[in-house]
């Protein structure tokens, strides 16, 4: 009943999250924060992770094997204090499974997952890329930036002027049309001294 409860709960956490009334993250805290829910399951081995999804995870887990243990339980002709002990030992048994278990997928989830602040159009500011299209218009252009993490992306870019870029060509990104969804670019020579952010 006990893990039957927390696991309705989070089954309707999760609801909440897709119809967009609450985040996975809910429960982390601000960033950097070292204490709370966040800073304990990391001394526990859980970082790394969102909190909201390791306790689903352990829930879930710990529901299973409870389960499980009850089923088992129930084929037994035992009863009376002896009953009471071995369902208390299933709840127990049901945790440390679950915990160990969730340490193991957070291990895998934590490589899965950046850690960090995530990559934004701000970043790419200032920065060098070169044009994959044949040229660049007002209306026409794409090109591959480099953020400070390494990754790159193919980003669609424009120029206010006729400058002849050709794919291949380096350019610098200084503005960002919002209602357009793209760069605006200048050659990259015409910035003395700019160091290729984009190497």
């Not at 829930?59 to 499980?68: E, I, Y």
């Not at 790159?152 to 919002?178: H, L, M, N």
Request: with cysteine.
């Amino acid at each position: 009943m006990l893990f039957s409860f927390l696991l309705v709960v989070v089954v309707g956490y999760w609801v909440v999250v897709l119809i967009g009334g609450a985040d996975v993250d809910g429960l982390d805290g601000d960033a950097g924060e070292a204490g709370g829910l966040t800073g304990f399951f990391a001394w526990l081995g859980l970082g790394g992770v969102p909190v909201t999804v390791i306790v689903s995870l352990m829930v879930a887990f710990a529901w299973f094997a409870s389960l499980a243990g009850t089923v088992v339980l129930g084929t037994t002709d035992l009863n009376g204090g002896v009953m009471i002990v071995l369902s208390l030992l299933v709840i127990v048994v049901a945790l440390v499974l679950a915990f160990g278990i969730t340490r193991v997928l957070a291990g895998l989830l934590s490589r899965l997952m950046p850690v960090g602040p995530q990559p934004s159009r701000g970043d790419f500011m200032g920065a060098t890329c070169v044009v994959r299209t044949g040229s660049v218009t007002a209306t026409f252009g794409q090109a591959e930036v480099h953020a400070k993490d390494g990754s790159s992306a193919i980003v669609q870019v424009r120029q206010p002027g006729a400058e002849p870029f050709r794919a291949g060509s380096k350019a610098v990104i200084y503005d960002f049309d919002a209602q357009g969804e793209f760069f605006w670019i200048m050659p990259a020579d015409a910035v003395p001294g700019l160091s290729d952010h984009s190497a």
